[in-house]
């Protein structure tokens, strides 16, 4: 079965850091385009960063609010991206999704996981 | 500043067309492909509806089109339904800022 599994939500003080990551069955998330988008809650979409495919170099892009904070990576032993996210802030809260190809027709989105930032 | 700007809200009885607009700048819709997105429930994985402009994806039905002109896009949904009570985002890719753009998403409600 082609999917994505993301884990590692869960809830973190301001300032602290959590991994996201996002198990890929059935493809290999080094021959795509990944990326990052979160929505918090009752509000819209928000692209956060992408990994290019492995053999174009895995060039990174990351949006401004998360640029220097937050950092796209792939294991490729173990079919899995991540996102290591730094001195978070109330504002990251959201739910991330973790997607392949987006925008193209073999886009392919997982469940979402709920990141929250309190004190 | 580089945003995607999108009505909060449009609305048509069943059987109506409906359209929705997505206003960007020459960094992003002027110059990039524009992406149409709809999301049915909040906290669920939004589907793509249209992509480089106006291509359907597989499955998608041809009540839904997209076209552009100059900095601008659109989204119409012909043959309205209940179903397709949702929100609706446009992206596009901007060169200013080396990332994608989403729009703040318009909830269609019918009637």
């Known amino acids: 079965e082609v999917r994505l599994v993301e884990s590692g939500g869960g809830s973190v003080q301001p300032g602290g850091s959590l991994r996201l990551s996002c198990e890929a069955s059935?493809?290999?998330?080094?021959?795509?385009?990944m990326h990052w988008v979160r929505q918090a809650p009752g509000k819209g979409l928000v692209w956060v960063s992408r990994i290019n495919p492995e053999a174009e170099g895995s060039k990174t892009n990351y949006a401004t609010s998360v640029d220097g904070r937050f950092i796209i990576s792939r294991d490729i032993a173990k079919n899995t991206l991540y996102l290591h996210m730094n001195s978070l802030r109330v504002e990251d809260t959201a739910t991330y999704y973790c997607?392949?190809?987006?925008?193209?027709?073999?886009?392919?989105w997982g469940q979402g996981i709920l990141v929250t930032v309190s004190s | 500043q580089s945003v995607l700007t999108q009505p909060p809200s449009a609305s048509g009885t069943p059987g109506q067309r409906v359209t929705i607009s997505c206003s960007g700048s020459?960094?992003?819709?002027?110059?990039?492909?524009v992406y149409w997105y709809q999301q049915q429930l909040p906290g669920t994985a939004p589907k793509l509806l249209i992509?480089?402009?106006?291509q359907r994806p597989s499955g998608v039905p041809d009540r839904f089109s997209g076209s552009k002109s100059g900095t601008s896009a659109s989204l119409a949904i012909s043959g309205l339904r209940s179903e397709d009570e949702a929100d609706y985002y446009c992206?596009?890719?901007?060169?200013?800022?080396?990332?994608?753009?989403f729009g703040a998403g318009t909830k269609v409600t019918v009637l």
């Open positions: 992509y480089n402009d106006n």
């Open positions: 997607i392949r190809d987006m925008v193209g027709v073999r886009e392919l």
């Open positions: 992206a596009a890719w901007d060169s200013g800022l080396s990332g994608y753009l």
């Open positions: 020459i960094t992003n819709v002027g110059t990039d492909n």
């Open positions: 059935g493809f290999s998330v080094s021959t795509y385009w």
